[in-house]
């Protein structure tokens, strides 16, 4: 099982030097109290925004605080692509607040800079591009501003896979190398009103028993109100189970609204096989989710490590809001965990996995990159694989309670996984 060539581009360090004749950016604003921001672009690649903390050291040393943008992920077929021209990182930086304000720009041009990348020779191993600080502009006569920036790549091969149709129809999955497609894995999806007690191992069905989402006097009374019993469990070529997903908390509208909130979540645990009985799982991770009604009508998701520790002390590795309209990506990454809560406690170090989500409506058949330091076996990369169902099907689970599914969810009346 080899992996793809992938590369990251890193673009980190980012401060800002301001000369003292720089003037406020607007009324109220001033440059030594509110921060500043730039926009990188590369052609073909959607623009970034970072934040650029302000650097008070004389001279040219390596400032004190700094901070790094998402950067850019290169895969094969970019790389041929990009391998025969230069590629220029475009870097505008702006003073003033990110964002616009009926429809006009919140922050004030400062000056550009550019940085050449030559992708030519691609090394397996890190190339520094860029280290220190630039001018912004060309003006020689008078003070400028001045940006610092690190810009380098570091290969980061990846294994990829892609669902033969979608989760919900038991597809297989294939891992992609090249032009090269071979089956890996095959999933089941079943979608069972009563499947729990057959599905799950007893200390987790007493969890949940205890009340995620709350308990119903009969099922006839939330019949149409409710999304549970769902699972794709996930088989090697032998037909082995080697990871499940499995939806421990009923998606369930709000009362009032019929629309599954952020107070009141659904979740998966994704489970791995635990001992010799093929009856037995061990939770590895659990994904909630749910509808977001602003900015955007999104679906809002949080995944956590499960540890020895319990369900309730799971690690947050990943969390955030993709559009229902558009879909997006799950990503599991250090470099965009931009809240500090969950950097705190994290033990991501770089990129872990990605994968695809369609939005509402359309044929979805999730391609899911997975870092190689990361897959130790096909049980690791089942893993994430079974993560990557759970998200997609969490599109499906938080539809508005208004809209008809799709038949393949809806609950059958066929026995369990055995």
Known sequence: MDPCPFVRLIIESLALKLPLATKPAGSGVHPSTTPCFCKLRIKGF????ALLPLCSNSGDFTPDSATSATGFHLDATVLRRLSSK?????????TGRMGSTCGVSGGKL????????????????????????????SQQAKPTARLHLVVRYEPDPRFVFQFGGEPECSPVVFQIQGNIRQPVFSCRFSAQRNSRTRSLPSDI?????????????????RAGRERKGWMVMIYDLSGSPVAAASMITPFVPSPGCDRVSRSN?????????????????????????????????????????????GLSNGIPIAEGTMSVKSGGQFCIDSRIMRDSALNSRSPVKGFVMGSTVEGEGKVSKPVVQIGMQHVTCMADAALFVALSAAIDLSMDACRLFSSKLRKELCHCEEDGFS
């Open 205 to 221: 069905n007493r969890n949940k028993s205890r009340g995620w989402g709350g308990t119903f006097s009969s099922d006839k009374e």
């Open 46 to 49: 959607p623009s970034q925004t």
């Open 86 to 94: 230069p590629v220029t990182l475009h870097v505008s930086v702006y």
């Open 265 to 309: 979540p659904g979740s998966w645990l994704i489970l791995r096989p635990h001992g010799f009985s093929v009856s037995s799982w061990k939770p590895w991770g659990r994904l909630e989710a749910w509808r977001e009604r602003s900015p955007m009508d999104g679906l809002g998701y949080r995944f956590d490590l499960v540890t020895d520790n």
């Open 110 to 137: 400062l000056g550009r800079v550019r940085v050449n990348v030559n992708l030519q020779n691609a090394e397996p191993r890190s190339v520094v591009f860029q280290n220190g600080w630039l001018k912004l502009g």
